[in-house]
């Protein structure tokens, strides 16, 4: 028997569950490593629902859900962010959350193949995301699927500094 995986764009009235999924996976993600007053402050400015309704609202800003046998259990954020490889045609992967119970499953896999054809769909040939430098996990998971470090920046957790190492992903899309 297949499972029922379903992946597609959220609307605003999704936000509250995204804000449910981000704050659940924020926590078993780096809530061991990091002190409950840092991650609080970053929960709170971040997974807000005013904040997350905001970004489903911007333009140029995708969120996809994935739902298994009917349930949300993950969902990627892409953005224009021109702070990073301003000189290139690229997409960021802000957000790839999927929640613990369902690792293993390959749906983080399937959504990172959604994301890699929306930014290829909006004619972007480079995606690229930040990855904590502690996130082995995450780093040999984005290495597998064939992005490669290119440099690292300063993310603040609370009033923590954490350095993320850039990773990119050249995509071939077709020029016309």
């Not at 078993?28 to 997974?47: C, I, M, R, V, W």
């Not at 613990?100 to 990172?112: A, E, N, P, S």
């Amino acid at each position: 028997m297949s499972k029922n995986i379903q992946i597609r764009e959220v609307n605003y009235l999704d936000a509250p569950l995204i804000c449910k999924i981000s704050e659940e996976t924020f926590i078993d993600t780096y809530g061991e490593q990091n002190t409950p007053e840092n991650l609080q402050a970053y929960l709170t400015k971040h997974f807000n629902q005013a904040q997350i309704l905001t970004e489903i609202q911007t333009d140029r800003t995708i969120f996809l859900i994935v739902t298994l046998e009917d349930e949300a259990v993950g969902y990627a954020k892409l953005r224009v962010n021109k702070s990073e490889f301003s000189d290139r045609n690229a997409l960021e992967l802000e957000r790839i959350y999927v929640k613990k119970d369902f690792h293993g499953q390959k749906l983080g896999g399937l959504l990172l193949e959604q994301c890699c054809e929306k930014t290829k769909a909006v004619g972007c040939d480079l995606l690229w995301l930040g990855v904590w430098e502690y996130n082995l996990k995450a780093l040999n998971f984005y290495k597998s699927k064939g992005f490669e470090i290119n440099g690292s920046h300063i993310f603040m957790l609370g009033s923590d500094e954490q350095t993320d190492y850039l990773m990119t992903k050249e995509l071939n899309i077709l020029k016309v």
